[in-house]
């Protein structure tokens, strides 16, 4: 079984602040992971994915991750906020070696950036 | 290309009513899935189609009904709406090449069942 886990509901950080946003997953072998950001009355839009190599990974609009093997965690980072950040990101996972392509997605996190 | 799109954007709905939520894609994408969006629940797998001919439940799936006639068409069908139902349902695609692709969502239907 695969699954994830967003243990805020809600990040506030204040514009120019750095950002992070935290994830951790579970799953029997080794993880595809996503990020995905998610505007007020929009569909998701892929941000980034973790599939192998160099532990950093960028995406867009100035977002990256870091994957931690040791720490089952995927947490989403930017080093300066903008107030133009502020949405809903979702994290998700896939297990390598399960049968499914579709993975599984966690609650959310709702950002805010203060001007 | 137009992406994912999704129709209706919203529908109010009485209960016990019928009604179909389309979706297609025009990026030839093998997999197709359908989720709901709830507050503080994330978004909840409904069903999912592999390929044409080919659908599954996902976590979520008592209550709706799909199938895939087509590679572009995968169309979520309530059979007697419930007030529980009212949601944000999100159709995606996936390109099955990989298995590390990322998914591509449509715009959403707002659902409200009185």
């Known amino acids: 079984a695969q699954s994830v886990a967003q243990p805020e509901d809600q990040v506030n950080v204040a514009e120019g602040n750095p950002l992070t946003v935290k994830c951790t997953y579970s799953?029997?072998?080794?993880?595809?992971l996503f990020w995905y950001v998610q505007y007020p009355n929009r569909g998701l839009q892929f941000l980034l994915k973790?599939?192998?190599?160099?532990?950093l990974v960028k995406g867009s609009y100035g977002f990256e991750a870091e994957f931690n093997k040791s720490q089952t965690s995927f947490h989403l980072k930017k080093p300066s906020a903008l107030v133009s950040d502020s949405a809903l990101y979702f994290c998700a996972v896939r297990d390598r070696s399960g049968g499914s392509y579709i993975p599984t997605f966690g609650r959310g996190t709702s950002l805010i950036v203060h001007p | 290309n137009a992406g994912v799109t999704q129709t209706p954007k919203f529908q109010v709905l009485k209960t016990g009513q019928s009604m179909t939520l389309q979706c297609a894609q025009d990026m030839n994408h093998e997999y197709m899935s359908w989720y709901r969006q709830d507050p503080g629940m994330g978004l909840r797998l409904i069903h999912y189609?592999?390929?044409?001919?080919?659908?599954d439940q996902g976590e979520v799936p008592n209550g709706y009904n799909v199938s895939r006639s087509t590679t572009e068409d995968f169309p979520l069908r309530l059979l007697s709406a419930a007030p529980s139902q009212t949601s944000v349902y999100f159709c995606a695609t996936l390109a099955g090449g990989g298995t590390y692709n990322e998914q591509f969502f449509g715009p959403g239907t707002r659902l409200t069942v009185l």
């Open positions: 799953v029997s072998g080794n993880p595809y």
């Open positions: 189609s592999v390929g044409a001919g080919i659908t």
């Open positions: 973790y599939i192998t190599g160099d532990n």
